[in-house]
């Protein structure tokens, strides 16, 4: 069926170290996959999209790519700073007028 | 650019009182348009759809109901609010067709008592 699946539910580390949030999703169809980052008492924010395998996008420093073959597109940053500390939701586009979110990954990081 | 301005921030009701909720999105004509549900650090659930004025999808049922009587008005309502109904409330908006991007409201932050 249709999902997203988000294995961590919690992330931490200490700033300046690599992360990678990981995303996998199950659908029958050409997806559009998205990450949104949503701060302490905020909306979700549109952070990276992407419909095009193999081609990674860049946003504020993050990274993802599309891999169709391995229906994966997790979320990346070389270098983690407390300002990123957040909930991360992976999404996907539906032809069905839903965007289907994933359960979020609570991203922390320690000074 | 686009600008979606969701109402109250912030309520407080009794259990069994109605609630309504709005948004309104400037700058977009004909939008496609939803309501989200979601509870503390949980994930981001469908509750509405809209693509066009007067029509509603419903993706979940929650005892709440949902109306477009503007192209850039959606309203959220039910006329008996349950304990479980607590959480941030997000309209947001895509452009037309599917398979897109949403963009969020700031939300407003219900609490049934």
């Known amino acids: 069926g249709d999902s997203v699946t988000q294995t961590e539910g919690l992330v931490t580390l200490t700033k300046g170290l690599p992360v990678m949030l990981n995303c996998t999703y199950q659908?029958?169809?050409?997806?559009?996959l998205f990450w949104y980052v949503q701060h302490l008492n905020e909306a979700p924010k549109l952070l990276l999209k992407?419909?095009?395998?193999?081609k990674r996008t860049e946003h504020q420093g993050f990274y993802a790519t599309l891999h169709k073959s391995s229906s994966s597109f997790h979320l990346q940053k070389s270098s983690v700073q407390l300002s990123d500390s957040a909930l991360y939701f992976c999404?996907?586009?539906?032809?069905?007028?839903?965007?289907?979110f994933g359960k979020g990954t609570h991203l922390h990081v320690l000074p | 650019a686009q600008t979606i301005h969701q109402w109250p921030v912030a309520e407080i009701k009794a259990v069994g009182s109605p609630l309504s909720l709005g948004c309104t999105i400037k700058g977009k004509s004909s939008p496609n348009l939803y309501w989200y549900w979601q509870a503390t650090g949980g994930t981001l659930q469908q509750l509405f759809y809209s693509i066009t004025v007067g029509q509603v999808e419903s993706v979940v049922q929650l005892n709440l109901s949902a109306s477009r009587p503007k192209d850039d008005q959606f309203i959220l309502s039910t006329e008996k609010l349950l304990l479980s109904h607590s959480g941030f409330y997000l309209c947001?908006?895509?452009?037309?067709?599917?398979?897109?991007?949403?963009?969020f409201g700031k939300g407003t932050r219900l609490t049934v008592v």
């Open positions: 992407s419909s095009t395998d193999n």
């Open positions: 947001a908006w895509s452009p037309a067709g599917p398979n897109t991007e949403v963009f």
């Open positions: 659908t029958t169809y050409s997806p559009f």
């Open positions: 999404a996907r586009g539906t032809n069905a007028y839903k965007v289907i």
